[in-house]
């Protein structure tokens, strides 16, 4: 690029006629000389220093545009400054059951296209600006103050720092004023956008709280404001964990009613088994550690309720293809004139109150073979009462491709030589040499808000009851617990 060439592009940039296209010839061209970008430092003192109170006394109109020079200068300045010093422009900062096409980054780099396949990220921009992006999305980062979104759905939220952030979309440009705005981009480049708060441009119409509008190849009409169909955070879950090298629970980090909050394994509410009932096709399993068999008759329960090891558990439990609508049977020992519900039962050691956001937090076993979004199992209240409800828990808050997920340093697979038909059969069984299984596995988590089974707020819960759910997409799994523990208030 000429220097002529160069010195027109910063013209209209200081005039604000600069196309998106001209955009990023100048973005390459600084990016790739550094004469130019020597140019453009001086270009913009030039017009910043004639902004300047002692600067000569100028027509109002001159005052006005050297105002908006300045401005446009401060925030080009921003972006070029963060590139030449080779910082990424914008970071992921949270994420849930997020996944990527390609490894997951932990920056977004300018000219690179990302595609978000699965689950919710917040990109944190330098600029103050934050991004939030639900799947599926393909998107590029710009610089501090722009980015594109060429398919997905989003909103953007800025502080005074980056008043100005830019999305760009195939068909239009959308300029946000403060402070939030949501926008939806189709297959064919149409886009939606509805102003959550404050204001925002689209080309030359501008928007404000409460209004939407859609572009498309037609034109621009507008549409009704639907809030409520755009992520407006991320949501409550478990975010992280930490374990010891023999995989240990040492705390957990769960968000909270919009707050991250770490428990240490010591400050959780623990349980204590009270019923167990399997089938026979379910194979009659424990975990114990690697290379450990299963404790002796009266200990057994302690697999899950008196230790904090992700490798052990009382896994295996029954299957419902239909979750509960009706009290478990829960007999101890069985009744075979009324059998009992296949399942597992729990109490917490002290009641768990329903507050805001979860409650209880649960850990599973999973190899790396096998499904990556946990296994599926249904959660019910151990008695029903008006309003109460069962409720299906489809995928987990950490998965098998979660980075926060950990590896699991191995387990024993202990069987039974009968189906234990309650708590103290399970206790008493007779049991099968145990063999040590050693495929890679991972620890997932998930945060359970007991809103969700219909207690109200601030209820105290005594336990729960847990049925594996037989999902006909992968079948001959089983969900296998390994903690289970309810957060304090």
């Known amino acids: 690029m000429t220097r002529d060439e160069l010195l027109d592009l910063l013209s209209a940039l200081a005039d604000g006629t600069l196309t998106p296209e001209r955009h990023d010839a100048l973005e390459r061209a600084l990016e790739a000389d550094p004469a130019a970008r020597r140019t453009y430092f001086e270009y913009l003192d030039l017009h910043l220093a004639l902004g300047k109170p002692s600067a000569p006394a100028a027509a109002p109109k001159r005052r006005v545009w050297i105002a908006a020079a300045a401005g446009l200068a401060a925030a080009a300045l921003l972006a070029f400054a963060t590139l030449g010093r080779g910082e990424p422009p914008a970071r992921l900062s949270r994420s849930a059951g997020a996944r990527f096409y390609g490894p997951a980054p932990e920056s977004f780099r300018p000219g690179q296209e990302y595609a978000l396949v699965a689950g919710t990220v917040e990109l944190a921009f330098s600029s103050g ?35 100005g952030f830019t999305v760009d979309t195939p068909l239009t440009k959308v300029v946000d004023r403060g402070t939030r705005f949501a926008l939806d981009v189709g297959e064919g480049g149409e886009t939606e956008v509805h102003v959550l708060e404050g204001a925002a441009d689209i080309g030359d119409v501008k928007l404000t709280r409460g209004d939407a509008r859609r572009v498309g190849s037609a034109g621009m009409s507008t549409v009704p404001l639907d809030a409520a169909r755009f992520p407006k955070e991320i949501p409550d879950r478990v975010v992280s964990y930490e374990a010891t090298p023999g995989s240990d629970l040492v705390a957990v980090t769960v968000r909270r009613a919009g707050r991250e909050v770490r428990y240490p394994v010591e400050a959780l509410i623990g349980i204590d088994a009270t019923h167990f009932k399997v089938q026979p096709a379910h194979g009659n399993w424990a975990a114990t550690l690697k290379g450990v068999d299963v404790p002796s008759p009266g200990r057994r329960h302690e697999l899950i309720d ?23 049977v829960m007999n101890d020992p069985e009744d075979p004139a009324r059998p009992n519900t296949p399942g597992m039962a729990i109490r917490f050691q002290r009641p768990v109150v329903n507050a805001p956001g979860p409650d209880v937090v649960f850990f599973e076993y999973q190899p790396v073979i096998q499904p990556e979004n946990g296994d599926p199992f249904h959660v019910s209240p151990l008695r ?43 206790e008493n069984a007779a049991v099968k040499k145990g063999v040590d299984f050693n495929v890679l596995s991972k620890g997932l988590a998930l945060a359970l808000d007991l809103s969700d089974l219909g207690y109200a707020a601030g209820a105290a819960v005594e336990g729960l009851f847990f049925q594996d759910f037989p999902d006909p997409a992968a079948p001959g799994h089983q969900v296998d617990f390994t903690f289970i523990g309810g957060l304090p208030q």
């Open 129 to 163: 600006a934050l991004v939030l992006l639900d799947a599926p999305a393909a998107f590029e980062v710009r610089d501090p103050l722009r980015m594109t979104l060429k398919y997905g759905r989003g909103s953007v939220h800025v502080d005074e720092r980056s008043k």
């Open 384 to 426: 029903f009462a008006p309003g109460l409800r069962s409720k299906t828990v489809a995928r987990w808050d950490l998965t098998i491709y979660s980075p926060e997920a950990l590896t699991l340093s191995g387990f024993r697979l202990n069987s039974f030589q009968t189906p234990p038909g309650s708590l103290s059969a399970y």
């Open 306 to 328: 008196r230790d904090r090891n992700l490798n052990t558990g009382l896994i295996n439990f029954g299957s419902s293809a239909r979750p509960l609508e009706a009290d478990p």
